[in-house]
Every structure is written in C-alpha cells, then in structure tokens.
C-alpha cells in the first residue's frame, strides 16, 4: 500500500514541479524529507532543460554534478524560512519552505543572477574556482556563462519567483496534507481490521476445538458462539463508520427525523433486552407529525446507530429496575434563533469523568472507566458520530452525573431544521 | 494455578486467547497502560508469566525517551532495574527481525504474532516454559 502512494506521491510532485516550472520558466527541484530519514531532492527533465548555461556546463563533469545536488541537498535541508539563498558556485535560487506533518518540503531553484549583486556572484564563483583548482581555460568559459546568466531585477522578484512558487508549493502541501488523512484513515482501518479479524480467528478456533470434543454443548460454547456474533457486529462498525463514512458522499434531502431515530433504537432493542434494560422513546411531533429535518440520511442514520449502541452497551444490567432504562427524548429547540431539534440519550452505566468530555469523541479513543464486558467498541462510534453531526451544522455534547450505584450519562444532539444552501 | 500478567490494550478484542489457560484454573490479571502497569508492579514482578504487546498506550504514565514500542521500553525498565526474572511471552502484531533481537536479548521466552496466534498456540507456550522453569512451581 505504502509503495502504491509513493509512487502516486512521486507522480504527484513531478507534476508539480514540472507545473512550476512552466509558470516560472526556470529550472527547479522539489526537496522532501521525512523526520528521521534522508531527504530527496526530485527534479525533472523538464526542469533540467530550464537550467542556465553556467548549470548545465558544471554537470558535464560527474564531480562538479555531484557537489552542485550535495549543495541543493545541503541548502534545502537547512532551509526553514523563504527567501534567496545563493549556491556553492555563484548563482541565487528561491527556497520556499513548508512544513506537513513529518514532512517537510522546500521548493528550490530559479538559477539566476541579481542585478546589482552581480559582484557577490562572482565572489562566490571565485571561491568555488580557487577551491577547486579549476585551469585558467575552464574558469573563463565558466564565468562567461555566469555573466550570460539569466538576471533577475529584485522588484521582480515577487511575481517572476515568489508568487508562482509559493502558489504551486501551497498547492502540494494541501496535497501532502490530505494524503496524510487518507494514509491515516486506511492505517487506522488496517489495523482495526487486523485486530477483529484476529479475534474472530481466534474464537472460531476455540469453538471449533470445543466441537470437535466428544461430549455435549457445553456452556462455554454458546458463549464463544456469542462471542464470535459480537466480534462480527464490531467489525461491521469498523466497516460503516470508518469505510463507508469515508467512501460514500453525503446527499442532504428534507426526511422525518422520527422513522431514523426509531430505526436506530429497533436495531438495538434485542441487545438491550438481552441486559434486561429497556428503551423508552418520547419525540416530540410537530402538527401531529415528525417534524421533517434537511439530512444526509445514510449519514445521520448511522450516527443515530451509534448513540443508541454506545447507550445500550454502556449500560449496567446489574441495577434496579428504574435504572435499567436507556430514555431517548426529541423536542424542538430553537438554538440563537435558528429553528432545530434536539434530540437526547440517556443511559445508567459507565460514566464519564469530566476531563474526558471532549477527548471521547476523538478518533480511537475509549473512556477510562470502560472496562472489560463495558469496553467492546473500537472507540470510532462516537468521533463518526460527531463528524456527522458537524457535517449537518449541528451540536453533540456529553454530560455525566454520579448517580451512586451508577453513573447517569446523557448526550445531547441538535439538528438544524435547514442546511446552509452551500450544503445541498 | 498459576498467575499471569497480560499487558495488552487489545485485550478486549482478543481476550479469547487466554481462554484455555482460564480453564486451566489460572488466573489472569489484565492491564492495558503503561500507567496500569505502572501501578501494579508488584503483582508483575511477583507473576509467573508475563504476556505483553511492545505496543501499548501510555496511559497516565509520563515515559523518558518516549519511543513507539513502549512494551519493549518498559521490560527493559522491568528487566534492568527492578531485577524482573519471571518468563515473557511477547504477542504483538509487530513483526519485525531488529525488534525480535532486541526481546531476545532481554529474555523473553518466546515471541508470537498474534495474527497467527491461537489459544491453544498460547497455551502451549506457556505450558513448555512453566515446564524448562521448574522453578516456577504451581500456586495453590
């Protein structure tokens, strides 16, 4: 997988560049390096046949070649800033610097002489000539071709260099930085994938061993028979909150919010029996009606799924009856005079400590006090959950008060009635 | 019966592996942080196996030289410090030959994929080690 985005990656910032070049008329070099590895610096054929001269006389000869990409490497690594540098041998290049994530990234290049600091060149290029012992005949050709150098007036500057390679290198970061999300997401997949798929190979061995003894059905089978249906449901989760969030696109139309909310509470309602906990519904109607909601229905459905689930699952069934309940209330609540619906689940169970009221809805994360048969999630549900609901303009938040023999946790969502019209 | 510490965040998910080891009458303690673990060192260094994954979430502990296999950071720390001998069986889904070398150096009895692990698979491991360790006798 990795090598397929690399290579993607590689394309990618040759297109770039080779774009930068176009725009810029001159030759220029891309420079990533990753935290912890050695950087590489990318230039094209396209942006070699834009070198100067001066640059393509030098990397006639391997050694000059040689030391001309170690002083770029050089001069990119230690570049943190935008701005003019000048090379090991004369000539200015522009650098522009960017920082995405581990990755850092400097555009280089613009091979070409300042006015009016034509003698800061040559110095340059003199100390580059003594150093190397170039002979009389090759040092004269070579400062020929300094002087014919391409020369750049420092007013324009910003808009034959500054502008256009800034523009591109905005653009490549955005693209570094979205492929960073993408790379994270398919990790996170891979790795909740592994993990269940693992689980379920190992439970699947286990009832098999069980089967395979003569005997009766014993307990414990039903129970890893059990288990396995659990893994299987877990993994299902992994699948529609991580893969299908992420593939399908959302297609908001007016829906009665009533039939989602009810479809969520059905599809849970066995499991909560099962804890002998009970799921009590009370949505307020509008004129005798559900009231109608702008949604991405797939979205909001599965977001519903999850509050619903993440009560259910976090429920003791160890408690007086009054307090095996799972309560899901609707009303209508204007919020800063915009019309919406809030709609609240409560549950008795697990709690959740109050430092930890916005870290629950980060991706992967599982609230301290889940335990054991309390802790069967992916610790996904809820950050779904809220990306949904911010992709619908709405609010989601999360109370916890300490009820003694458990904890009474309410999460309350609101919908506006309307989307933004940029949304639809 | 024998006692076995299992430092795993994933244990939730593959709690099943030590199932058979469970039916033998051993008990297992089940922790899942750096800080959890942190906070049981007595029953670590008192066990007679310890099950752990090289990657682990820190929890409440603040670690120096914070590195991304914390498993293997903290036996170091067990191992070189606080005199920790009792047998390790590393399960993890790292798969690595440096990282491997680096556990057998610091004594672990044995290193399973738990891609390719089952619970009979681990239960034989720990049965042949309490067996090379007859020092490690059964608890009543």
């Known amino acids: 997988m990795s090598n397929v985005l690399n290579n993607e990656e590689r394309q990618f910032r040759e297109a770039c560049l080779d774009l930068a070049v176009e725009f810029t008329g001159m030759g220029l070099g891309v420079y990533v390096e990753k935290t912890g590895e050695p950087g590489e610096l990318t230039i094209t054929p396209n942006s070699r046949s834009r070198f100067e001269g001066f640059c393509k006389y030098m990397h006639n000869d391997p050694h000059r070649k040689a030391l001309c990409e170690a002083d770029h490497n050089c001069r990119a690594n230690t570049a943190s800033d935008e701005g003019l540098q000048l090379c090991h041998a004369g000539l200015y290049n522009y650098t522009v610097c960017y920082q995405v994530g581990s990755r850092k990234v400097v555009l280089i290049g613009g091979q070409t002489c300042i006015e009016g600091q034509e003698a800061e060149s040559e110095a340059r290029f003199n100390e580059f000539a003594d150093g190397e012992n170039l002979p009389a005949d090759e040092r004269a050709e070579l400062l020929r071709r300094l002087r014919q150098s391409k020369k750049i007036r420092r007013r324009d500057l910003h808009h034959r260099l500054k502008r256009p390679l800034r523009n591109i290198g905005n653009w490549y970061a955005r693209y570094l930085e979205m492929r960073r999300n993408f790379e994270e997401t398919i990790t996170n997949v891979a790795h909740d994938f592994q993990i269940h798929v693992t689980a379920l190979r190992v439970d699947a061995d286990l009832l098999c061993s069980d089967l395979e003894a003569p005997g009766p059905i014993r307990r414990e089978m039903r129970e890893e028979a059990r288990d396995l249906f659990n893994k299987i449901d877990r993994l299902r989760d992994v699948v529609e909150n991580h893969l299908l969030g992420y593939l399908e696109a959302p297609r908001f139309e007016y829906r009665t919010i009533g039939p989602i909310v009810h479809g969520a509470i059905e599809a849970y309602r066995s499991q909560a029996a099962e804890k002998g906990v009970r799921i009590e519904v009370d949505l307020e109607l509008v004129g005798n009606r559900s009231p109608e909601i702008e949604m991405a229905e797939s979205y909001l459905g599965r977001a519903m799924h999850n509050l619903v689930q993440n009560a259910v699952k976090y429920s003791y069934h160890g408690l007086a009856d009054r307090d095996r309940v799972v309560r899901v209330t609707g009303r209508v609540e204007p919020r800063h005079s915009v019309v919406g619906y809030q709609i609240s689940f409560e549950n008795f169970g697990i709690g959740i400590d109050d430092d930890e009221r916005e870290l629950i809805f980060q991706r992967g994360y599982q609230g301290r006090r889940t335990r054991d048969e309390y802790r069967p999630g992916s610790g996904n549900g809820l950050y779904f959950a809220r990306e949904v609901i911010y992709l619908h303009q709405g609010q989601i938040s999360v109370q916890s008060w300490d009820k003694g023999s458990a904890f009474l946790t309410r999460f309350d969502v609101w919908l506006p009635y309307e989307q933004p019209k940029e949304q639809r | ?140």
């Open chain 2, 1 to 140: 019966m024998r006692h076995i510490v299992w430092l795993d965040d994933d244990y939730d998910t593959i709690g099943s592996l030590v199932r058979l080891l469970q039916r033998d009458g051993h008990r297992v303690l089940r922790l899942r942080t750096v800080g959890e673990a942190l906070d049981h060192v007595t029953d670590i260094l008192s066990c007679d196996l310890l099950i752990l994954d090289v990657l682990l979430p820190p929890g409440k502990a603040v670690m120096e030289n914070d590195d991304h296999y914390r498993g293997r950071t903290l036996l170091r720390t067990f191992r070189e410090e606080w005199g920790f001998n009792r047998p390790v069986i590393v399960c993890s889904i790292v798969a690595k030959k440096e990282l491997d070398a680096e556990l057998e150096a610091l004594g672990v009895a044995s290193i399973l994929r738990k891609t390719e692990t089952t619970a009979s698979r681990l239960k034989r491991e720990a049965d042949r080690i309490w067996r090379e360790r007859a020092e490690i006798p059964e608890r009543t």
